[in-house]
């Protein structure tokens, strides 16, 4: 078969969150896959995202590319290994081939030029898809057994702590945050009083407390609903199972079910 004519590409570019140091290896990517591009003198377009390989439904950079492959923008798309599509279920990776087998649109590494119309890339890309998956299922079976012996020695394992703890490297355990207490406390004394989390979220906008990028009571433990500072302070519906794993001091753990607050619009809460 006659080698396919390559003169406009997509440049995708994924990290997963899970490997730390996302930022460094993801330049290096874009250093590697740039070059390449630029010595072919392709023109391109980059798709950039750090997310997870396991579902395209929550990449939104991955979902955009494919309807763009789709409509057959491009001659090509270029990753740094096949793996960097997805390491997910199968009907996802049934989605990526045909999304590029029916847009003939060859898949780009800087080892290799797939095109899946040839029967040896084909079978080559079926293999391949099959090995991310072991390799991605092998990597979170060993997370999870490194964050379960991280905690039996009593160490914080779970990502970004619950607001208003933050994580200390030296102790390798969470802390309590002494500026952001008095805003947990008067959130907490609040809504134990009754006040719902649309009006609390309301109250906090217009006494102006200080504002986070993030504020998440208990997000991290499945355990309340998310207040969040996006322009304005939010409240967010997730129905509670447990209180924080540990507790600020002085606050005791219950259970609770929130109503929603039934507010249709968070217009009036701009500031």
Known sequence: MESKTIKHVAVYLRKSRDDGEFEDVLS????????????RNWTYRLYEEVASGEKIESRKEMQKLLRHVEDQLYDGVVV??????????????ALIKDTFLNS??????PNKIYDLEIDNDDVSFDF????????????????????????????????????????????????????????????VE???NGTNLGHIAIWLTITRYPRHTTLSLMERTRAGQILRFNGCWQAKSIWVTSLMVKPVPNVDRWNW???????????????
């Open 257 to 271: 079910f929130p109503k929603k607050s039934g507010l249709k619009s968070w217009e009036h809460m701009k500031s």
């Open 80 to 93: 740094m290994d096949i793996d960097r599509l997805g390491r997910g279920e199968n009907k996802d990776w």
């Open 128 to 187: 391949m898809s099959i090995f991310a998956r072991i390799e991605y299922k092998t990597i979170k079976r060993r997370m999870k057994q490194g964050k379960e012996a991280g905690a039996k020695k009593g160490m914080w394992t779970n990502g970004k702590p619950p607001f208003p703890y933050y994580y200390d490297k030296n102790t390798r355990s969470v802390l309590v945050d002494e500026t952001k207490l008095p805003i947990y406390r008067a959130i």
């Open 190 to 192: 609040k809504y134990l």
């Open 28 to 39: 290096k990517h874009r250093d590697t896959l740039l070059a390449l591009v630029e010595n």
């Open 104 to 109: 003939e649109t060859v898949i780009i590494t």
